[in-house]
């Protein structure tokens, strides 16, 4: 086990107290370098001032008063004066920047045979020579008159000021982990196959877009398990059914004619084959084609609208000038042979198309002259598997529609199903050209 946390809350705290500790320390150590000097020096001049006086004291007072002004001083003030020797050794000062600022001091103001030391003959204190008259004598002043006061009320409230912060970066950083924490539920619960309910997007732009993202995802997600879902039930039932009257019409075959059986099994096979087709069109990752750009929708028509001329069928195509546009051929073909052939499947034997440009959008229209469909039910119509009543005697699995919508939206467009003028279906398909 180690001690580094394993949530993103605690290791972001821990890293702000770390960052507030460090700067806290840097700061008081700028504090102390700077400081140090101007605090020596005042220092240095009180003592200069107390040995000043003490020696005036000396050399002025009475030779019979000086015990007793001597020992005046060290009642009062703490300031005791010895007789020294200027061969006398003393221990040497420790080296400290604060204490070689003050001796410069001292002796630049007292001379330069001034001696400071932190202890002699074995006593503590702050010790200065003077000199009178070649005689040398030592003045020791408390060692308090040197420290600093009482640096632990400081560290008391450095901490508190720490530990606020501390507390500070707490709040702030759980209120960032909110919606965080909320994500990772959801996620959760998306692996483990269920639905999360929509995430709030609220607070930061950051968590919000991941938020929106997520629900978008999570959307998909469920609308493509559902697609699934329905392909396969569409997939077993549109299959199943020709190939139940396959077998049937394969038991049969003694009672009724062969060439009457051939005809019917051909049809159900080209329907399954149909339907095949279908599937995989509804399957097939719909944005894998490259785009091209710059294509001639009218070409492309042209194109698809040749192949149903053998086949004896009337299809109709009035072109109108076009803007090149960027398309994904193979899926505009899908698109619009799935229209012609609802066209001639649900609405009847000839099929007008037409293209033409307004403003910004492109429109291609195929018309017939069928029952069409009624405004209420277009919208349905354009999803998977769904299909009029009066299309059920017709063969077919209820997904073009579908496909034709996917297609349009992929390329930024949208398919309207609109009733024509005199009856029939109008089905529009738009694209935007800019
Ligand atoms: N041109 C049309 N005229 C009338 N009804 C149509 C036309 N095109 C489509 N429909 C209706 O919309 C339904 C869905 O169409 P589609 O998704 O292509 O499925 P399918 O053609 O396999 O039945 C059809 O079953 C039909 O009821
Ligand atoms: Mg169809």
């Known amino acids: 086990m180690t001690l580094w946390p394993r949530t993103l809350l605690w290791r972001s705290v821990l890293l702000i107290a770390a960052l507030l500790v460090v ?32 020696r005036a004291a000396l050399v002025t007072a009475e030779p019979a008063r000086r015990f007793a002004l001597l020992d005046e001083l060290a009642q009062r003030e703490g300031i005791q004066v010895y007789a020294g020797d200027p061969a006398e050794a003393v ?20 001379g330069a045979q001034t001696r400071l030391a932190l202890e002699r003959e074995g006593v503590a204190g702050v010790w200065v020579s003077f000199r009178i008259d070649n005689e040398e004598f030592w003045v020791s002043l408390p060692r308090s008159r040197i420290e600093r006061n009482t640096p632990l009320r400081w560290i008391g409230w450095g901490a508190l000021v720490l530990a606020l912060a501390v507390v500070g970066a707490f709040l702030v950083v759980a209120r960032i982990n909110r919606p965080l924490r909320e994500l990772t539920r959801a996620a959760e619960q998306l692996g483990r196959g269920r639905t999360p309910p929509r995430i709030n997007a609220t607070g930061p732009v950051e968590i919000r877009t991941l938020a929106q993202a ?35 019409a394969l038991e049969m075959l003694d009672d009724r004619g062969a060439s009457e059986l051939k005809a019917g099994v051909a049809q159900d096979i080209g329907d399954i084959d149909a339907a095949i087709g279908q599937f995989l069109d509804f399957a097939r990752p719909i944005d894998a084609e490259t785009v091209m750009t710059e294509a001639d929708l009218n070409a492309l028509v042209q194109a698809v609208v040749e192949r149903y001329t053998p086949l004896g069928k009337n299809v109709q195509f009035t072109p109108a000038p076009l803007p090149r546009l960027p398309l994904r051929a193979q899926a505009l073909q899908r698109l619009l042979s799935n229209l012609i052939d609802n066209a001639l499947r649900h609405g009847g034997d000839s099929v007008d198309i037409k293209t033409g440009h307004d403003g910004k959008t492109v429109y291609l229209e195929v018309m017939d002259r069928g029952p ?27 997904l ?21 003028e005199g009856g029939g279906l109008r089905a529009r398909v738009e694209l935007p050209s800019a």
């Open 91 to 110: 221990p040497a000062l420790p080296d400290r920047p604060f204490l070689r600022i003050m001796e410069a001091r001292l002796r630049q103001d007292l």
């Open 214 to 248: 997520f629900n978008n995802m999570a959307a998909d997600i469920q609308r493509q398990d559902e697609e699934r879902a329905l392909l396969l039930a569409g997939v077993s039932h549109d299959l199943r059914t020709p190939l139940a009257r396959i077998r049937l």
């Open 400 to 420: 073009g529609l579908a496909i034709v919508d996917r297609i349009a939206r992929l390329h930024g467009g949208a398919v309207k199903l609109l009733p024509r």
């Open 23 to 54: 700067a806290h320390l840097a700061w008081l150590q700028i504090f102390r370098a700077s400081e140090t000097e101007p605090r020596a020096l005042q220092v240095a001049q009180q003592i200069v001032s107390v040995v000043n006086l003490t």
């Open 372 to 398: 069409g469909i009624p405004p209420a039910d277009a919208g349905r119509m354009l999803q998977p598997f769904t299909r009029m009543d009066h299309a059920r005697s017709t063969s077919g699995t209820g």
